[in-house]
């Protein structure tokens, strides 16, 4: 073992080669022979290990704090962390809320919409990618929040995440149970959501590799679906079917491409928002994820262009085969009830009926990827809010195989939301959970510009060299601060939309903020806290006093080591699969493949 190794400084590496002792007699270390600040395996949970004296520590945890617990565990690999990212968001809001936005302002706003949302989303993976590689925690930002900005932000960000998706689960149920619905239109919407969501639920419960392997190829499935799609699509459009004359550009023409004006326009970002809500779990994997410092900034490079680029030709796609006014697209506008996917109309439209059940059982394992994100974004955030004192700390608590048993069954019992379809009808509950779950997704993305600006202020006020980070965002200040102004803006622009409908009705004001209640609720609640319970008088973080050392993967100057370790490994592997003759095998090279394409 080597002398970084044996100090907690490499965590996040398996099978290093030794780097040079510098003190070559020295066998072991003992725990006082450790460094004041290092970053072991252990202490991937930072704020389990501070003791907080919180909320919930004084109501759930013993005098001594917090006891040890098992730790996550690191079987995440690249591929893992890309598909995730990918699975994570081209979802139900891709295939069937895509329509709502055509329906309600044209394809030609649809496609502005999710272009400007995109470039918003990338300005904050960007910046979050910075402190995610650097500090891959579970937590992410909600941790990031604590320990750069404030404890009540980071508590607000927390769990304002994790009721986001908690409450996505019954959407994407929902979502599920209309796609069942397809060949079994007499089964009711809440017996398929109990046929769903328990073997959903059970792959979350073996172990974390499973949750990523699923997700691998449930994403895998997707993405191939949606090149198939744009490619059928665009013949369709084309006039390349045979008897099956194509539109053209005929949507786009006569005043057809943008329709109801500038709120019809603001009102197509909530699904925007909901559509590509789930970009950000690369972080949140993070946190399991093996080199993360590696892994991160590739997933996040690797992904988000790919995943915009299927966004934006999908949404194209479908304005061009499908008028705005076609019955068929999922409106919200008009409360219509949640019928049929889009792609599947253009597959049917374009000659291949007996390949719309294979496009819907795609669609399904679609719906299944997300509501399996779902459930691994709510257990993690939980997991990090209990282990940082801010929830109750048997949501901390993990089995031995890095599982977090007591959080993903509170996720379950949220997800019983599902049962209001049976009450309310499936189009209604399903709009109101798309404006939560999407209002939440930019109040999350915006927090997180404001945390990036943050750490950068405090990275610089302690002298720390920027070439000591895994991955710099580039044009800093830029992209963080169009996060927040740009944030802001889609923010107000949805509220105008809502409140100049003709007729007014509140209700739609209320769908459209009902994420700020809650935003509002936990920060001003918290902060009350702090001041009158606590008695803090000190309620942000001083730039001195910003913790850029704990669940740090290296120290400062270190970097270059870990590197040329990393570096030295991946020889050895390499020079191991030839000496076994295994160039050529078939997983080595589906693996070349992958990372090739993804």
Not at 50 to 69: C, M, N, S, Y
Not at 121 to 145: H, K, Q, T
Not at 353 to 378: E, M
Not at 554 to 564: H, K
Request: charged share 15%; glycine share 8%.
């Amino acid at each position: 073992m080597s002398d970084l190794e044996a100090r907690g400084r490499l965590p996040y590496t398996t099978q290093q080669p030794a780097l040079p002792d510098p003190d070559p007699d020295s066998k072991s270390l003992d725990e006082k022979d450790l460094p004041l600040h290092t970053a072991s395996s252990r202490e991937i949970e930072s704020s389990s290990l501070q003791k907080p004296r919180t909320l919930w520590k004084r109501v759930f945890a013993d005098q001594d704090g917090i006891k040890e617990h098992n730790p996550t565990v690191r079987a995440m690999q690249s591929r893992h962390l890309m598909m995730i990212a990918i699975g994570g968001t081209i979802g139900t809001g891709l295939f069937l809320s895509a329509g709502s936005a055509i329906a309600l302002a044209g394809p030609g706003s649809a496609l502005l919409s999710y272009f400007v949302v995109g470039i918003f989303v990338y300005s904050v993976v960007i910046s979050l990618g910075e402190m995610a590689s650097m500090y891959p925690v579970s937590g992410a930002f909600s941790v990031f929040g604590t320990r750069f900005v404030s404890p009540a932000f980071g508590f607000t960000l927390g769990w304002n995440y994790w009721f986001q998706w908690s409450l996505s689960i019954p959407s994407e149920l929902t979502a599920a149970a209309v796609i069942l619905q397809y060949w079994a239109p007499q089964v009711q919407a809440w017996e398929w959501a109990l046929v769903i969501i328990f073997p959903v639920f059970a792959l979350q419960m073996i172990h974390v590799r499973v949750y990523g392997e699923s997700e691998y190829w449930f994403a895998l499935i997707k993405v191939l679906m949606v090149i198939v799609f744009i490619f059928v699509g665009l013949i369709f459009d084309w006039g390349g079917v045979k008897d099956h004359p194509g539109p053209g550009l005929s949507n786009f023409q006569n005043s057809q491409a943008f329709i109801g004006g500038f709120s019809a326009f603001a009102q197509t970002f909530v699904y925007a928002f909901y559509s590509y809500g789930g970009i950000e779990l690369v972080a949140v994997a993070a946190g399991e994820a093996a080199r993360p410092y590696k892994a991160v900034p590739r997933a996040i490079k690797a992904t988000f262009f790919r995943i915009v680029l299927f966004y934006l030709l999908t949404i194209l796609t479908m304005g061009l085969c499908i008028n705005y006014a076609d019955p068929t697209l999922l409106s919200a506008a008009d409360d219509s009830d949640v019928t049929a996917s889009p792609l599947t109309v253009v597959f049917v439209r374009a000659g291949f009926k007996p390949a719309s059940h294979v496009i819907n059982a795609v669609l399904l394992t679609a719906v299944l990827s997300a509501t399996n994100s779902c459930f691994y974004a709510s257990s993690r955030m939980l997991l990090s809010l209990a282990r940082s004192g801010q929830a109750p700390r048997i949501f901390g608590w993990v089995n031995s195989r890095g599982v977090p048993v007591p959080a993903l069954l509170i996720s379950l019992a949220v997800s019983c939301i599902a049962f209001l379809t049976t009450i309310w009808g499936e189009g209604i509950v399903f709009t109101w959970l798309i404006n939560l779950t999407g209002i939440s997704a930019l109040l999350v993305w915006a927090s997180i510009g404001v945390i990036s600006l943050r750490f950068r202020r405090a990275y610089k006020f302690q002298g720390r060299d920027l070439k000591d980070l895994p991955y710099r965002q580039p044009l800093f200040p830029l992209l963080p601060l169009g996060v927040v102004i740009l944030g802001t803006l889609m923010f107000v622009a949805e509220g105008y939309s809502a409140a100049v409908e003709d007729p007014f009705e509140a209700k739609n004001v209320v769908a459209t903020y009902i994420g700020v209640g809650l935003y509002v609720i936990l920060y001003g609640g918290y902060t009350l806290y702090e001041k009158f319970v606590l008695k803090k008088s000190q309620h942000f973080v001083p730039l001195a006093e910003v913790d850029l050392v704990t669940d740090a993967v290296w120290q400062p100057g270190e970097g270059d080591a870990v590197r040329e370790s990393d570096r030295i490994v991946d020889q050895e592997k390499k020079e191991t699969l030839r000496a076994r003759g295994t160039k050529g095998s078939g997983r080595v090279v589906w693996d070349r493949i992958t990372e090739w394409v993804y």
